[in-house]
């Protein structure tokens, strides 16, 4: 069963950035589109960035310009910087492959303000 494991959460004042990362043991990593999403308290969880196996970058519009996703094929990892985080931007942040697979622990993001 393929596994994600996300860390670099932290608390953050507003304004702030962070790195989030994502590691993975799926063998074939590399020709699966990879996303971020989020999930609030008490809300549903919900996609903030995708990057596909071309290159193509899609943002959320809460965080276009804020938020830059990347990814190592040779490292079978995948990346989130988080810049001017604002307090809205609080949420359990996780990583997946698109078609979604099992999802993982998910690492806390929160923004203070």
């Known amino acids: 069963q393929v596994q994600f494991v996300e860390s670099g959460g932290g608390l953050v004042q507003a304004g702030g950035s962070l790195r989030l990362s994502c590691a993975t043991s799926?063998?074939?990593?590399?020709?699966?589109?990879m996303g971020w999403y989020r999930q609030a308290p008490g809300k549903q969880r919900e996609w903030v960035a995708l990057?596909?196996?071309?290159?193509?970058?899609t943002y959320a519009d809460s965080v276009k310009g804020r938020f830059t996703i990347s990814r190592d094929n040779a490292k079978n990892a995948v990346y989130l910087q988080m810049n001017s985080l604002k307090p809205e931007d609080t949420a359990v942040y996780y990583c997946?492959?698109?078609?979604?697979?099992?999802w993982g622990q998910g690492t806390q993001v929160t923004v203070s303000s």
């Open positions: 799926e063998s074939t990593f590399s020709v699966n589109a």
């Open positions: 990057l596909s196996t071309a290159g193509v970058r």
């Open positions: 997946n492959r698109i078609p979604n697979g099992s």
